[in-house]
Every structure is written in structure tokens, then in C-alpha cells.
């Protein structure tokens, strides 16, 4: 286990390394400045600019500079927020994003594994029939879709919950509701499946066997195996709620990392751009680790009891 | 002959499913016949700007005076276009590295497989966004020079093709696709694994028929039924890829106009003063029944054709 | 979305014992979830228990800096106005009056510049402030090292582009003296007339050095800054919001103890704001959609007031077939100004056939060329292009943001309309990239804007002086050049705009290397009951020192 977890962390370094270098070289390449502005800057100030954000000389040149940094733990200060590192910027937003992040998942969980416990009980009958439709809707509508219908429905209508924006907790709902649903519907599906064929094992026949309640069975026994693939499934969904988060944060004003990120990527500031992906990327390597993890200690457990 | 016949028991099992199907014809069809008859073109602006929708204009007016359903119909063009050929190139990927890896097996098998868990766990579109943001410029240049080159050449068709390509288009479809493959991969190589010790696929080992006839004539075959099944998957995420994309900004830019461009419009008018609940229920309405057809479509070819899918 | 999970183990074995109740399990991990969400949010969300603000504004966006010296953008610029104070400032009308400076006396030759500093003004931690601030400042911010994008703002300084580029390295050379503490002396190049707006601009303003020596790019954030306008920085959170606080130590009092940013940028969240009275002032008309300014026009909190900018197309006079002044005039005279007003931007803006715009009470604008569209026709046909036939394949730049494509997308359609011209192709660009293809007039029409930087048509008709910076049409004439170095030397207000009426009228009728869209106009959201202090006027400068609450007015 720990050789595998220390595999795991030496292959992360070389992936990082060579998606930091793709951004950066990349947001480099391409044409535009990232100090231009609507009026022109004279050259002398220009060449200043470039020198005190080492973005003079060769790509390579620039390149290097960076790496040298990175390796160091340093990001670099932003182009665009000339007063503030890239560090300084990530570490007040990832919380946010995080706080976000979090709430998605654990409403995905537990409305995902509720629902699809609830469908396979009542397997082909209405009740099961209509959460895998409405599974289904969750899957297929994107949540730029839903965002401006929730927001409709229950900010100016309703006029119960706030449009947007962050401090207080009633600002969270909207925004984690519309992040969750695509995956608290795929949560549903899959422990629907993975219950259905559980409850059909030998061990939960033989605990039906034993006498005990439909409850105890399917509780106790069944849905702690059928678990499996919602643990081997949480790594795409970190993955799928890090990107949805860009969206929803962008639509509720909400101060995370999103913003930040696409602001950048448009505006060619190569610091932010190249910080936003090295976090993301180390936070899901990290993420999907924590999952086989757990995946493997869950696993083996079932199989010793 | 038995995926034909597999897919006749498909339909007679769940008439849902065909009519899923026929929606999706209507969809396609619609968008690229009846787009024709609307009385508008897509590009088309008016006087008539943010009308409800009315007996000339079914699905209402933009900001430009635009006819809305002729603009849902184009952006519906555009989205199934980019949907198709994005899974088409990560089909080909997909199918091509998930056959090698299963064929070749060992330590290949090894390495080509944690790749793909390596690419899994990467923020993916993020990187999307960084690279379309990045090359659209110098790709707009390539395609340019490279027509021109053509010209020089003498050959005016090749140079039109070029200089017809939308750059930005170009490198959605590309690297949507380029993202897209790896659960087809994984899938591929598993089923490869399995045909692979089949007796026929022995007996052709034995008779001295070449990898790539083996590859080509007795596995692809075989393999065409789940090809079928996650290509139907695909082609949903692809299309909410690049609507969220586009949706941010990033993705393709007018005068090309896809159903996440539309949306994107439309969601940034939500507001207490006045709706243009229109702006944003046809297209999205329109976009959310398409992705929702094709996911139902995609799960009952998978039901019936998956043999990992126990019955 | 097809990523799903893996094969469930085949071998499970039976548990035993006692256990959690099952029933209970959903609802424990929706206790859970809400439980460690209160804890998250709690320690690193970001749960404001900061006092309620007097003022909530919506600013427009996060501003990217809020040191005077650096910050570009106007959204930036209202934050430090509120924070700073130059030698001058402007009251609620817009009008400059004393700041800092008690009082000047100018010489008659309108080159020298004395400035009386008040008697007892002080930073926002006590410390006095003194004529050496303001000249250390000015030195900070021409000093290429600290690369200042609008240190251009000090070159009317005697040797400041020198200094300001490198050329001399002693400040001393440099047109700014403090005679005593309470004196500073500036000498100019040339008269220029509106120099005291330039001692109101936030690149003006005096910072205060040993905080920004002691703690570098770090001196901006709050708990460190000293400044010396009304308010002072409480709280900075990024892109959540920014409180300000009264400064106790500004020179005259200041009506609203506590106001808050919000950098909101989307333009509906900030709507939704405001209806729901989360916010009391909507400042940036980037943050009200065009499309609802129809409805929102008559109600009793919408405002608007003309500001000094201009929407214009530059042609690429370099590049067939606009290296021919007809086709130029051709496309001037075709394009329906009042159909983009009208039905696009919707703000009310006055359509531009000049580029100066209103605003400036000595100057009179030529007439410029207005919506013709026979004349038109007459002369693309002349140029060879009858009814737009043969016209060259060209392509329309423009920033993909805001409503830039509609814009542009109805230009298109407006020419084909107008002129029977097929061939113009819209070319949208993200902004840095489309700025960097401005300037290297890669483009044949490019859609632009320009905001003056103070009231004065100098700062638009400068622009197109032979290979200027801001040029970027490739258009140069010797004549013209000749005529703004001679406004530049006189004196005389009316003999100078006089001379620069003389230039517009060559940019605008005569040469047209650029066609004037319309004029923009700041709009804003308030309710005049909650809010006062906040005037019309034309250089959209609003300085939330003058604002008041009606009837709590000190």
C-alpha cells in the first residue's frame, strides 16, 4: 500500500511538471500582452514591465524563470492583480471553491445514494420508473440551464433566496443545488446498479435467510457493498464539480477560483493561469489517491468480513 | 448479424427508446432541412428585436432582431456538428488505443493504461480552455498560409477547404475529442482482452494471418456493438463540453453560434425587470431533450448490448 | 458523464454485532454534510461579520490594483479617489476645486504652477503630509522601476518623459520643486490648460512612502495602507468585497462613515442586487444590460449622464480598397448610427459624427459627415465598387465582450443593406489579443473606443497625430501634425480650440481615417432619496467623498 501511495506521488511530479509547462508555454505563445491596456504604454515602461515579471528575453528564457520559481514554491505575481501573488490570490479563493465544492458533494451523496437505495427497493415499480427519469433530466441538463431557472424560480419569484453573491449561508443553497444535481443523479444510477446486483448475492440471501429485517439487510449488508462504485466513481466527480464550479461561480458571483481562472486565461496573464492549473491538477491527483485509497480499504474490508 | 438482431430485440422490448431515436432524426433532420423554411436566415437582423414569441416568429426575437428558431436551428447545427466529429475523433482514438493496449498486452497494456488513469485524472477541459484560448490566433494564421501555399500550388478547391475552415471550430471539435476517449478506451481494451483468447482469434494466431488483419477483420467486428453503445455516450458529453465552453466565453465565437452561446445570452438577461423567458427556454429546452434523448438512447443500446451489463 | 465507477467484489461476507441504526443514516449524513459545510464555511469560507456598511456600490469588478501610481481602469481609479486626494479634486458636479492644495497662483505665461499646500492636513495614521510627499510621490510614479502605465500623465512636466523613460536619472532636473513644507512649484512644457484636471488624477495623488518602502507590493492591503483621502481601506476581500471607512484625519468631514464594494460583473447578478435591495448604488454602466435600459429609463432611480468617450471605427488606410478616401466616406455615410443606438447599446447615447464629444463649453465641433446613404452609394460606385460589387473580402475587428458582436454584427448587416457589400467578415477577438492586433493594424475596419483623460478635445484629437501611439490606422498627415504642435504653444484658449477644431474636421470630414459611432453615457442605478451627492456630469467622475445620505446630511 505505502510503495503504491509513493508510486502514486513520484508519477504525479512528472505529470505536473508537464502540464505547468504546457499551460505556461502555451498562454506565452500566443499573441497578446497581458500589460496592454486601451492606451499605449511607452516602450521604456513596457520593457520595465516585462523585466520585473521576468517575461523578457526568449520563451525559454521566460520559461526557465518561471520553472525556477515554481520549483521554489513560488508562483509569481499576477499580471492582471499587479499588488498580489499568484499564491496569495489562490489561497483566499481555494476555500471558497472548496467550501462550494464540498456542500455539492455531500448533498450529490446523500440525496444520490437516498434515491438510488430508495429506486432499487422498488425496483421496475412507478417510484424507481421515475427517479431514473428524473436521474436522467439531472444528467442531461446542463446546469447553465438550471442556474438561470433556479434563479428565477426561487430568487425573483419566490423571492426566498438570495441571486447572489457570498457571506452568508443561505448564499451557498442555490449554487451547491445546481452544482450537485447532475451528480447526485449519477450517484442515483449507480447505487441503484451496483444495489440491484448486491441484493441478488448469496450473503444477502443468507441474511434474509437468518431473519433479519429487509432494513437490516439492505443497510447493514447490501448498500456497504454496493458503495464500491460510488468511492470508484468520486474522482470524476471531483473532477466533473471542479469544472462545473467555474460556471456557477461565474453565474452567482461567488468569489472562488473559477473566475479567477478564466479571467486570466482570456486576459494572458501565463502566473494565474499556469497557478489555477498546477492546483487543480495536484488537487485531483491528490483527490483521486484519497479514492483508490479508500476504495481499496473499503474493499478489502468487505472481503475479511 | 446478431448487433442487427440484437437491436431489433432493443426495439421491440422498449418502443421508448425508438421513439427517443426518432426525435433525435427529427432533431437533425429539422435543423438542416426545416431551418430552410422558416422564412429567415440565421444571419438575418430586423427591426424587430426581443419579440415574444408570435406567429411570425414562433420562438420570439434576440437582441439583433435575429428569428430565434431559426438561430436555435443553426446553433442546433453547429452543436450536433461539433458533437458528431468530436466523438468521431475520440472514436478513432479511443478504438485505436484501447484495441492496441488490450492486443498487446504485458507491460504495453501496463503503461498504456496508466496513462489513461493519468489523463482521468486530470482537470481535463480546464486545460481545453487553455489551449483553444491560446491557439486560436496562430491556428487562424496557419490555416491562412497554409490555403494560400495551396494556391500557390494551383490547387484553388484544397485552398478553399483551408481558408473555409473556422479555426476555432477546428480546435474545439480537436480537443473535445482529444479529451473524450478514454472510457472508450478503457472499455475497448477490456473487450480486446477477452476476444482475444477466444478460439477463432487462436486459430488465426495459428494460421499466420498478420496482427493488423486479426485487429482489423476478427476483433473490430466484435467490437462494434459497444463502439455503438459509448459512442451514443459520447456524443452528450461532447455537446455539454463545448455548450459550456462556449457558455463561458471561451468556446466559439460568433458569427458562429452554438446552442451554449445562445443560452449564454439568454442567461445573462435573467432579471426581476423583465424576462425574456424565451432567450433561454427554447434553446435550452430544445438542448436539454436532445442531451436527454441521446442519454436514454445511450443507456438502453447499453442494457441490451454491453455484455458487461448483466441482465 | 460516462465515467462510471468499477466492478463491484465478488466476495462480501456477513458483518455481525450492533451497528448505527440504518434508518437513521441518510439523515446523519445530511447532518453531517450541513455540519461540516457550517465548519468550512466558518473557518476558511469567509463569513462576514463585519459591520453593516452606510453604503453598499456595485463597483463592476474586482479592481486589479489600488495603488494610485499603477492602477489603469476606471473602476480601479473610483476606489482610489476615495482613498487619495492630488493637489485638486472635483465636487459632485465634476467641477475642479481645491484639494490638498489650498490654493495656486499661475504665471502669466500659464507654464509654472504654485501650489499652497492647507495648513494642518495629515495621513490617515497622523503623519503630516507635506509638499516633499507629493513631490516624492510624482518621483515614485515617473520612475520607469516602479512602471506606472500612466506615468505618461507626468510628462507635461518639464523633463519628465525623460526621466519617466530613463533618458535622465536626476529628478532633480524634473520640473516639480517643494520649497518649504507647504509649497510645491511645478513647471510645465507647455501651457497646458488642463493641467489642473491632471492634479485631481489618481497618478497625481501622494502616496505615502514609508509604508510602500516598508512593505512593497504588499503595502496596498488593509491594516497597512496610509492614505490620505476621505476613506481608508478596512477590509479587502477578493472579488467578495472591499469596505471602506471614514478617514478621522481628512481635512473636512465625511458624510458616510462606511461603504462597501462589491465586485460584481455580471451585470443581471448586479440587478438582482439591487432589487433586492442588497445594494444601494450601481455605478458601472457595464453593469447594467443594454437591453433593459428601455424599461428601466423612466423610473424614478435610473440615471445617466453624458461622459467623455467615444465609440468610433478606425480603417486601415494602408490596406485596399480603404486606401481611397471615397470608399472611407462610402462606408461613413452608409452606417445607420441611430439603428445601433436604437436597438443595441440603448442607452440613450447621442450618435457621434464628430470624435470629440460634448462636454467642453469653449470648444465647437465641426459638423462631420452624417447618415447619407445615396451619397454613399454614389461614391463606392465611383470608387469602382457599384452597389458593393467586387468589393474586396475585408474583415471587422472588435473585442468579443460586452455587446461588441452585437455591434459589429449589426454593422455588417447594416452595410450589406446600405452599400450591397458581402464581403465584410466579422473577426470577434478575446481583449488582450485584439488589442494586440490594433496596434499592429492587422485588421481592415476595426471597431474601438476611446476615453478622454480629462475634458479637453486635445485627448482625442492627439491620438492621430503621423505614427502616434494611438494611432493605429497607419493615417498621417503633415499638416495635421503641424497644427497640433502649434495648439500645443499657444496660449490663447480660443486661437487653441480653434486649431483643434480645424484638425477635427480634417479627421471627420475631409480624411475620415475613422468613423465616429456614437458618444457613451455613464449610467448608474440609485434612489435619489437614499442617496445624495451623486451628479451628472461629463467626465463620469463621481467622488464618493461628496456623497451623502438625504437627511443625515452633517
Given at each position: 500500500?505505502?510503495?503504491?501511495?509513493?508510486?502514486?506521488?513520484?508519477?504525479?511530479?512528472?505529470v505536473?511538471?508537464?502540464?505547468?509547462?504546457?499551460?505556461?508555454?502555451?498562454?506565452r505563445a500566443?499573441p497578446?500582452n497581458?500589460?496592454?491596456?486601451?492606451?499605449k504604454?511607452?516602450?521604456?515602461?513596457?520593457?520595465?514591465l516585462e523585466?520585473?515579471y521576468?517575461?523578457?528575453?526568449?520563451?525559454w528564457h521566460?520559461?526557465?524563470?518561471?520553472?525556477?520559481?515554481?520549483?521554489?514554491?513560488?508562483l509569481s505575481i499576477s499580471?492582471?492583480y499587479?499588488?498580489?501573488?499568484?499564491?496569495?490570490?489562490i489561497?483566499q479563493?481555494?476555500?471558497?471553491?472548496?467550501?462550494?465544492?464540498?456542500?455539492a458533494?455531500?448533498?450529490?451523496?446523500?440525496?444520490?445514494?437516498?434515491?438510488?437505495?430508495?429506486a432499487?427497493?422498488?425496483?421496475n415499480r412507478?417510484?424507481?420508473?421515475?427517479?431514473?427519469?428524473?436521474?436522467l433530466?439531472?444528467?442531461?441538463?446542463?446546469?447553465?440551464?438550471l442556474?438561470?431557472v433556479?434563479v428565477m424560480?426561487?430568487?425573483?419569484w419566490?423571492d426566498?433566496?438570495?441571486?447572489?453573491?457570498?457571506?452568508?449561508?443561505d448564499?451557498?443553497?442555490?449554487?451547491?443545488?445546481?452544482?450537485?444535481?447532475?451528480?447526485?443523479a449519477?450517484?442515483?444510477?449507480?447505487?441503484?446498479?451496483?444495489?440491484?446486483?448486491?441484493?441478488?448475492?448469496?450473503?444477502?440471501?443468507?441474511?434474509r435467510?437468518k431473519?433479519?429485517?429487509?432494513?437490516?439487510v439492505?443497510?447493514?449488508?447490501?448498500?456497504?457493498?454496493?458503495?464500491?462504485?460510488i468511492?470508484?466513481?468520486?474522482?470524476?466527480?471531483?473532477a466533473?464539480?471542479?469544472?462545473?464550479?467555474?460556471?456557477?461561480?461565474?453565474?452567482f458571483g461567488?468569489?472562488g477560483?473559477?473566475?479567477f481562472?478564466v479571467?486570466?486565461a482570456?486576459?494572458?496573464?501565463?502566473?494565474m493561469?499556469?497557478?489555477?492549473?498546477?492546483?487543480?491538477?495536484?488537487?485531483?491527483?491528490l483527490f483521486?489517491l484519497?479514492?483508490?485509497?479508500?476504495?481499496?480499504?473499503?474493499d478489502?474490508?468487505?472481503?475479511?468480513? | 448479424?446478431?448487433?442487427?438482431?440484437?437491436f431489433?430485440r432493443?426495439?421491440?422490448?422498449?418502443?421508448?427508446?425508438?421513439?427517443?431515436?426518432?426525435?433525435?432524426?427529427?432533431?437533425?433532420?429539422?435543423?438542416?432541412?426545416g431551418i430552410?423554411?422558416?422564412?429567415?436566415?440565421y444571419?438575418?437582423?430586423?427591426?424587430?428585436?426581443?419579440?415574444r414569441?408570435?406567429?411570425a416568429?414562433?420562438?420570439?426575437?434576440?437582441?439583433?432582431g435575429?428569428?430565434?428558431?431559426?438561430?436555435?436551428?443553426?446553433?442546433a447545427?453547429i452543436s450536433?456538428?461539433?458533437?458528431a466529429?468530436g466523438t468521431?475523433?475520440s472514436?478513432?482514438?479511443?478504438?485505436?488505443?484501447?484495441?492496441?493496449s488490450?492486443y498487446?498486452?504485458?507491460?504495453?497494456?501496463?503503461?498504456?493504461?496508466?496513462?489513461v488513469?493519468i489523463?482521468?485524472?486530470?482537470?481535463?477541459?480546464?486545460?481545453?480552455?487553455v489551449?483553444?484560448?491560446?491557439?486560436d490566433?496562430?491556428m487562424?494564421?496557419f490555416?491562412?498560409?497554409?490555403?494560400?501555399?495551396c494556391t500557390?500550388?494551383?490547387?484553388?478547391?484544397?485552398?478553399?477547404?483551408?481558408?473555409?475552415?473556422?479555426?476555432?471550430l477546428?480546435?474545439?471539435?480537436?480537443?473535445?475529442?482529444?479529451?473524450?476517449?478514454?472510457?472508450?478506451?478503457?472499455?475497448?481494451?477490456?473487450?480486446?482482452?477477452?476476444?482475444?483468447?477466444?478460439?477463432?482469434?487462436?486459430?488465426?494466431f495459428?494460421?499466420?494471418?498478420?496482427?493488423?488483419?486479426?485487429?482489423?477483420?476478427?476483433?473490430?467486428?466484435n467490437?462494434?456493438?459497444?463502439?455503438i453503445?459509448?459512442?451514443?455516450?459520447?456524443?452528450?458529453?461532447?455537446m455539454?463540453?463545448?455548450?459550456?465552453m462556449?457558455?463561458l466565453?471561451v468556446?466559439?465565437?460568433?458569427?458562429?453560434?452554438?446552442?451554449?452561446?445562445l443560452?449564454s445570452d439568454?442567461?445573462?438577461l435573467?432579471?426581476?425587470?423583465r424576462l425574456?423567458?424565451?432567450?433561454?427556454?427554447f434553446?435550452?429546452?430544445?438542448?436539454t431533450?436532445?442531451?436527454?434523448a441521446?442519454n436514454?438512447?445511450g443507456?438502453?443500446?447499453?442494457d441490451?448490448?454491453?455484455?458487461r451489463?448483466?441482465? | 458523464?460516462?465515467?462510471e465507477?468499477?466492478?463491484?467484489?465478488?466476495?462480501?461476507?456477513?458483518?455481525?454485532?450492533?451497528?448505527f441504526?440504518?434508518?437513521?443514516?441518510?439523515?446523519?449524513?445530511?447532518?453531517?454534510?450541513?455540519?461540516?459545510?457550517?465548519?468550512?464555511?466558518?473557518?476558511?469560507?469567509?463569513?462576514?461579520l463585519?459591520a453593516?456598511?452606510?453604503?453598499?456600490?456595485?463597483?463592476?469588478?474586482?479592481?486589479?490594483s489600488l495603488?494610485?501610481?499603477?492602477?489603469?481602469?476606471q473602476?480601479?481609479?473610483?476606489?482610489?479617489?476615495a482613498?487619495?486626494?492630488?493637489?485638486?479634486?472635483r465636487?459632485?458636479k465634476?467641477?475642479?476645486?481645491?484639494?490638498?492644495a489650498?490654493?495656486w497662483?499661475?504665471?502669466?505665461?500659464?507654464l509654472t504652477?504654485?501650489?499652497?499646500l492647507?495648513?494642518g492636513?495629515?495621513w490617515?495614521?497622523?503623519?503630516?503630509?507635506?509638499?516633499a510627499?507629493?513631490?516624492n510621490?510624482?518621483?515614485r510614479?515617473?520612475n520607469?522601476?516602479?512602471?506606472?502605465?500612466?506615468?505618461?500623465?507626468l510628462?507635461?512636466?518639464?523633463?519628465?518623459?525623460a526621466?519617466?523613460?530613463?533618458?535622465?536619472?536626476?529628478?532633480s532636473?524634473?520640473?516639480?520643486?517643494a520649497?518649504?513644507p507647504?509649497t510645491?512649484?511645478?513647471?510645465?512644457n507647455?501651457?497646458?490648460?488642463?493641467?489642473?484636471?491632471?492634479?485631481?488624477?489618481?497618478t497625481?495623488?501622494?502616496v505615502?512612502?514609508?509604508t510602500?518602502?516598508?512593505?512593497?507590493?504588499?503595502?496596498?492591503?488593509?491594516?497597512?495602507?496610509?492614505?490620505?483621502g476621505?476613506?481608508?481601506l478596512?477590509?479587502?476581500?477578493?472579488?467578495?468585497?472591499i469596505?471602506?471607512?471614514?478617514?478621522?484625519?481628512?481635512?473636512?468631514?465625511?458624510?458616510?462613515?462606511?461603504i462597501?464594494?462589491l465586485?460584481?460583473?455580471n451585470?443581471?447578478?448586479?440587478?438582482?442586487?439591487?432589487?433586492s435591495?442588497?445594494?444601494?448604488?450601481?455605478?458601472d454602466?457595464?453593469?447594467?444590460?443594454?437591453?433593459l435600459?428601455?424599461?428601466?429609463?423612466?423610473?424614478?432611480?435610473?440615471?445617466?449622464?453624458p461622459?467623455?468617450?467615444?465609440s468610433?471605427?478606425r480603417?486601415?488606410?494602408?490596406?485596399?480598397?480603404?486606401?481611397?478616401?471615397?470608399?472611407?466616406?462610402?462606408?461613413?455615410?452608409?452606417l445607420?448610427?441611430?439603428?445601433i443606438?436604437?436597438?443595441?447599446?440603448?442607452?440613450g447615447?447621442p450618435?457621434?459624427?464628430?470624435?470629440?464629444?460634448?462636454?467642453?463649453?469653449?470648444?465647437?465641433?465641426?459638423?462631420?459627415?452624417?447618415?447619407h446613404?445615396?451619397?454613399?452609394?454614389?461614391?463606392?460606385?465611383?470608387?469602382g465598387?457599384?452597389?458593393?460589387?467586387?468589393?474586396?473580402?475585408v474583415?471587422?475587428?472588435?473585442?468579443a465582450?460586452?455587446?461588441?458582436t452585437?455591434?459589429?454584427?449589426?454593422m455588417?448587416?447594416?452595410w450589406?443593406?446600405e452599400l450591397?457589400?458581402?464581403?465584410?467578415?466579422?473577426?470577434?477577438?478575446?481583449?488582450?489579443?485584439?488589442l494586440n492586433t490594433?496596434?499592429?493594424?492587422?485588421?481592415?475596419?476595426?471597431?474601438?473606443?476611446w476615453?478622454?483623460?480629462?475634458?479637453?478635445?486635445?485627448?482625442?484629437?492627439d491620438?492621430?497625430?503621423?505614427?502616434?501611439?494611438?494611432?493605429d490606422?497607419?493615417?498621417?498627415?503633415?499638416?495635421?501634425?503641424?497644427?497640433?504642435?502649434?495648439?500645443e504653444?499657444?496660449?490663447d484658449?480660443?486661437?487653441?480650440?480653434q486649431?483643434?477644431?480645424?484638425?477635427?474636421?480634417?479627421?471627420?470630414?475631409?480624411?475620415?481615417?475613422i468613423?465616429?459611432?456614437?458618444?457613451?453615457?455613464?449610467?448608474s442605478?440609485y434612489?435619489?432619496?437614499?442617496?445624495?451627492?451623486?451628479?451628472?456630469?461629463?467626465v463620469?467622475?463621481h467622488?464618493?467623498?461628496?456623497?451623502?445620505?438625504?437627511?443625515?446630511?452633517?
Amino acid at each position: 500500500m505505502t510503495a503504491i501511495i509513493l508510486r502514486r506521488f513520484l508519477q504525479a511530479i512528472p505529470v505536473l511538471f508537464i502540464v505547468v509547462t504546457l499551460t505556461f508555454l502555451l498562454v506565452r505563445a500566443a499573441p497578446g500582452n497581458p500589460f496592454s491596456t486601451e492606451k499605449k504604454i511607452p516602450p521604456e515602461i513596457m520593457e520595465q514591465l516585462e523585466k520585473q515579471y521576468d517575461l523578457h528575453g526568449s520563451i525559454w528564457h521566460q520559461y526557465l524563470q518561471y520553472m525556477g520559481k515554481v520549483v521554489r514554491g513560488d508562483l509569481s505575481i499576477s499580471t492582471q492583480y499587479r499588488n498580489r501573488t499568484v499564491a496569495e490570490i489562490i489561497r483566499q479563493a481555494l476555500p471558497v471553491s472548496m467550501t462550494l465544492g464540498a456542500v455539492a458533494y455531500f448533498l450529490a451523496l446523500t440525496f444520490g445514494v437516498t434515491f438510488g437505495a430508495w429506486a432499487a427497493i422498488r425496483h421496475n415499480r412507478a417510484g424507481d420508473r421515475l427517479i431514473m427519469l428524473w436521474a436522467l433530466l439531472g444528467i442531461s441538463i446542463p446546469s447553465f440551464i438550471l442556474a438561470p431557472v433556479l434563479v428565477m424560480l426561487f430568487a425573483i419569484w419566490l423571492d426566498v433566496l438570495p441571486v447572489a453573491g457570498w457571506g452568508s449561508p443561505d448564499q451557498i443553497i442555490l449554487p451547491a443545488i445546481c452544482l450537485s444535481i447532475p451528480f447526485a443523479a449519477t450517484i442515483a444510477r449507480l447505487t441503484r446498479g451496483s444495489l440491484l446486483e448486491v441484493l441478488q448475492l448469496d450473503f444477502v440471501r443468507t441474511a434474509r435467510a437468518k431473519g433479519l429485517s429487509e432494513d437490516a439487510v439492505l443497510f447493514r449488508h447490501a448498500l456497504k457493498v454496493a458503495i464500491l462504485p460510488i468511492i470508484g466513481y468520486s474522482g470524476p466527480a471531483a473532477a466533473g464539480i471542479l469544472t462545473g464550479s467555474i460556471v456557477i461561480e461565474t453565474l452567482f458571483g461567488i468569489p472562488g477560483i473559477g473566475p479567477f481562472f478564466v479571467n486570466s486565461a482570456l486576459n494572458r496573464d501565463p502566473f494565474m493561469t499556469s497557478g489555477v492549473v498546477l492546483v487543480f491538477s495536484s488537487f485531483l491527483i491528490l483527490f483521486n489517491l484519497i479514492a483508490d485509497i479508500l476504495y481499496f480499504v473499503v474493499d478489502r474490508r468487505v472481503k475479511l468480513e | 448479424m446478431k448487433t442487427a438482431h440484437l437491436f431489433y430485440r432493443v426495439v421491440r422490448r422498449d418502443p421508448f427508446l425508438v421513439a427517443c431515436g426518432l426525435f433525435l432524426i427529427l432533431v437533425v433532420l429539422v435543423s438542416f432541412v426545416g431551418i430552410h423554411f422558416t422564412g429567415y436566415t440565421y444571419d438575418q437582423i430586423s427591426d424587430d428585436s426581443l419579440l415574444r414569441p408570435s406567429r411570425a416568429h414562433w420562438f420570439g426575437t434576440d437582441v439583433n432582431g435575429h428569428d430565434l428558431l431559426t438561430r436555435t436551428l443553426y446553433g442546433a447545427q453547429i452543436s450536433l456538428f461539433v458533437a458528431a466529429t468530436g466523438t468521431l475523433v475520440s472514436l478513432t482514438v479511443g478504438v485505436t488505443y484501447g484495441m492496441i493496449s488490450g492486443y498487446a498486452g504485458g507491460r504495453v497494456d501496463n503503461l498504456m493504461m496508466r496513462i489513461v488513469e493519468i489523463i482521468y485524472s486530470l482537470p481535463t477541459l480546464v486545460l481545453v480552455i487553455v489551449i483553444v484560448t491560446s491557439l486560436d490566433d496562430p491556428m487562424t494564421t496557419f490555416l491562412k498560409s497554409t490555403g494560400e501555399w495551396c494556391t500557390g500550388l494551383g490547387l484553388p478547391g484544397l485552398a478553399g477547404f483551408f481558408t473555409g475552415i473556422n479555426p476555432r471550430l477546428l480546435l474545439i471539435v480537436g480537443f473535445l475529442g482529444l479529451t473524450e476517449w478514454l472510457t472508450m478506451a478503457r472499455i475497448i481494451r477490456g473487450q480486446v482482452l477477452v476476444l482475444k483468447e477466444q478460439p477463432f482469434v487462436q486459430a488465426s494466431f495459428a494460421l499466420g494471418q498478420s496482427h493488423f488483419q486479426i485487429l482489423w477483420r476478427h476483433l473490430l467486428p466484435n467490437l462494434l456493438g459497444i463502439v455503438i453503445v459509448y459512442l451514443t455516450l459520447t456524443i452528450p458529453a461532447i455537446m455539454l463540453d463545448e455548450s459550456f465552453m462556449s457558455f463561458l466565453g471561451v468556446g466559439l465565437q460568433p458569427p458562429l453560434a452554438s446552442w451554449g452561446t445562445l443560452i449564454s445570452d439568454a442567461a445573462f438577461l435573467i432579471n426581476p425587470i423583465r424576462l425574456y423567458w424565451w432567450m433561454l427556454i427554447f434553446p435550452g429546452g430544445l438542448m436539454t431533450l436532445t442531451l436527454l434523448a441521446l442519454n436514454f438512447l445511450g443507456d438502453g443500446l447499453r442494457d441490451a448490448l454491453d455484455p458487461r451489463v448483466k441482465k | 458523464m460516462n465515467r462510471e465507477g468499477l466492478e463491484v467484489s465478488d466476495q462480501p461476507a456477513l458483518s455481525s454485532g450492533r451497528r448505527f441504526p440504518p434508518q437513521l443514516v441518510p439523515p446523519a449524513c445530511l447532518l453531517g454534510a450541513l455540519f461540516l459545510f457550517g465548519a468550512f464555511f466558518y473557518f476558511f469560507g469567509g463569513w462576514t461579520l463585519s459591520a453593516p456598511a452606510d453604503l453598499t456600490i456595485c463597483n463592476g469588478d474586482e479592481p486589479q490594483s489600488l495603488d494610485p501610481a499603477i492602477v489603469t481602469g476606471q473602476l480601479e481609479g473610483r476606489i482610489c479617489l476615495a482613498l487619495f486626494e492630488g493637489l485638486t479634486t472635483r465636487n459632485a458636479k465634476g467641477d475642479i476645486i481645491p484639494g490638498m492644495a489650498q490654493s495656486w497662483d499661475i504665471s502669466p505665461d500659464g507654464l509654472t504652477y504654485t501650489f499652497h499646500l492647507r495648513p494642518g492636513i495629515r495621513w490617515s495614521n497622523g503623519d503630516p503630509i507635506t509638499s516633499a510627499d507629493f513631490l516624492n510621490s510624482w518621483e515614485r510614479a515617473l520612475n520607469p522601476a516602479t512602471a506606472s502605465q500612466y506615468s505618461y500623465q507626468l510628462y507635461y512636466l518639464v523633463n519628465g518623459e525623460a526621466y519617466g523613460t530613463g533618458k535622465i536619472t536626476d529628478f532633480s532636473q524634473v520640473g516639480v520643486k517643494a520649497p518649504d513644507p507647504s509649497t510645491l512649484v511645478v513647471t510645465l512644457n507647455h501651457p497646458t490648460a488642463y493641467f489642473l484636471e491632471l492634479t485631481s488624477f489618481q497618478t497625481l495623488c501622494p502616496v505615502h512612502l514609508p509604508t510602500v518602502k516598508k512593505y512593497g507590493n504588499d503595502w496596498t492591503k488593509p491594516g497597512k495602507m496610509i492614505s490620505n483621502g476621505p476613506y481608508l481601506l478596512k477590509e479587502w476581500r477578493l472579488n467578495d468585497y472591499i469596505l471602506l471607512e471614514a478617514n478621522p484625519f481628512y481635512w473636512r468631514p465625511v458624510p458616510i462613515h462606511r461603504i462597501k464594494v462589491l465586485p460584481t460583473n455580471n451585470a443581471t447578478a448586479c440587478l438582482n442586487l439591487f432589487y433586492s435591495k442588497k445594494t444601494d448604488l450601481i455605478i458601472d454602466k457595464t453593469s447594467i444590460p443594454p437591453t433593459l435600459v428601455p424599461d428601466l429609463r423612466d423610473k424614478s432611480y435610473f440615471h445617466s449622464n453624458p461622459f467623455g468617450a467615444t465609440s468610433f471605427i478606425r480603417f486601415n488606410v494602408k490596406r485596399k480598397p480603404f486606401d481611397d478616401v471615397r470608399v472611407r466616406k462610402a462606408l461613413a455615410l452608409a452606417l445607420d448610427k441611430k439603428d445601433i443606438v436604437d436597438k443595441i447599446t440603448r442607452a440613450g447615447e447621442p450618435i457621434a459624427n464628430t470624435l470629440v464629444p460634448p462636454g467642453n463649453a469653449d470648444y465647437k465641433p465641426p459638423e462631420g459627415l452624417s447618415y447619407h446613404p445615396d451619397e454613399a452609394r454614389r461614391l463606392l460606385a465611383q470608387a469602382g465598387y457599384p452597389n458593393g460589387q467586387g468589393f474586396p473580402d475585408v474583415n471587422l475587428l472588435y473585442a468579443a465582450r460586452g455587446s461588441g458582436t452585437q455591434v459589429a454584427t449589426e454593422m455588417q448587416a447594416l452595410w450589406r443593406r446600405e452599400l450591397g457589400i458581402t464581403s465584410i467578415h466579422l473577426r470577434g477577438q478575446e481583449w488582450k489579443v485584439y488589442l494586440n492586433t490594433q496596434s499592429l493594424i492587422d485588421f481592415d475596419l476595426c471597431l474601438s473606443a476611446w476615453v478622454g483623460d480629462y475634458n479637453d478635445p486635445q485627448t482625442f484629437i492627439d491620438m492621430f497625430v503621423t505614427d502616434g501611439g494611438n494611432n493605429d490606422t497607419g493615417w498621417g498627415d503633415p499638416q495635421y501634425d503641424q497644427m497640433l504642435q502649434t495648439s500645443e504653444m499657444t496660449a490663447d484658449p480660443i486661437k487653441r480650440m480653434q486649431i483643434l477644431r480645424d484638425m477635427e474636421k480634417i479627421l471627420v470630414e475631409d480624411q475620415m481615417p475613422i468613423v465616429p459611432v456614437y458618444f457613451y453615457v455613464g449610467m448608474s442605478l440609485y434612489d435619489p432619496e437614499k442617496l445624495g451627492g451623486f451628479e451628472p456630469n461629463f467626465v463620469d467622475d463621481h467622488r464618493w467623498g461628496e456623497f451623502y445620505i438625504p437627511g443625515h446630511k452633517p
